[in-house]
């Protein structure tokens, strides 16, 4: 591996295939949990794989027996402390999903066991997202109090329907691997043991395709989801504000006490 990728410590990187660079969540007794860190990793590295020519194709994975769960809870608490917090990380979201939106180079993620926060975001904007029948989706803004943000208002309703998007949007239903597919929410479900050579197989064909054909229909595509700009940024604007609320206070406690949350108390 080239020092390019040296400073980036939320992945490890190989490269399984000629031009596929594969980056994989490496926090697995954590379950891929993201720090502060692991969260401005995230957004930022898309603008360097573009920009990376030996890279024809991207795979995002996870290490263990999960995907990625998510924030852990020292961001989650200073985002309920912290105006600037909520600034930085507003700012970070927003540009996690427009950067992988703007990666010209193909992205496949492989979601195994729990797929959350802004793993889940860049697990699904993949342009192949594969799930073994382990995956467990799942958007728990509404269970930790706060407005569902990140990319589910962006993408959900224009991959699922609006009408399954509420769902679990409003439940915080989780959603397994095999559902995912049914519904539309992923483009592949497939055995757990066959999960990373089936990402790799994609990849490769990607990565050995029309390079300018497969990036230019790329970038039409995604301009379906640059058109609900406007609501993304509502959503994400909101969700900020909820973390400075009770009902973000009581979710983040109740995670923490292993309880069901009180959202009626005063």
């Known amino acids: 591996m080239s020092d390019r990728y040296a400073h980036y ?26 720090d502060k860190q692991g969260h401005v990793e995230i ?6 794989l573009n920009a990376d020519p030996e890279v024809r194709a991207v795979i995002l994975c996870g290490a263990g027996r999960a995907f990625s769960a998510g924030g852990d809870f020292s961001l989650v608490q200073e985002l309920t402390e912290s105006y600037a ?59 930790l109090g706060v407005a569902a943000g990140d990319h589910a208002v962006i993408l959900w309703p224009l991959l699922c329907s609006m009408a399954k998007a509420k769902y679990h949007l409003l439940l915080c239903d989780p959603v397994g691997g095999e559902e995912a597919e049914r519904i539309g929410l992923v483009s592949l479900c497939v055995e757990d043991a066959d999960l990373q050579d089936k990402a790799v197989e994609i990849a490769t064909c990607l990565a050995n395709g029309a390079p300018t054909a497969i990036r230019f229909t790329k970038h039409a595509l995604n ?33 923490r006490e292993k309880r069901a949350p009180d959202f009626t108390r005063e």
Not at 9 to 34: H, I, M, Q, S, Y
Not at 102 to 127: E, Y
Not at 225 to 253: C, I, K, V, W, Y
């Open 43 to 48: 957004t930022e590295i898309w603008r360097e």
């Open 85 to 143: 917090a909520k600034v930085r990380v507003w700012q970070e979201a927003r540009d996690l999903v427009f950067n992988i939106l703007d990666c010209t180079k193909p992205i496949v993620s492989a979601i195994q066991g729990a797929a959350v926060g802004a793993g889940l975001v860049a697990g699904l904007l993949a342009d192949i997202s594969i799930a073994g029948k382990s995956a467990r989706l799942a958007d728990g803004h509404t269970r």
């Open 9 to 34: 410590k939320a992945f490890d990187f190989d490269w399984p295939a000629p031009g596929v660079l594969r980056l994989t969540f490496n926090r697995p007794d954590r379950l891929n949990t993201l």
């Open 223 to 255: 301009n379906w989801m640059r058109t609900a700009g406007p609501a993304f940024d509502a959503s994400l604007a909101l969700e900020m504000l909820g973390f400075g609320g009770p009902e973000a206070r009581e979710g983040l406690a109740s995670f």
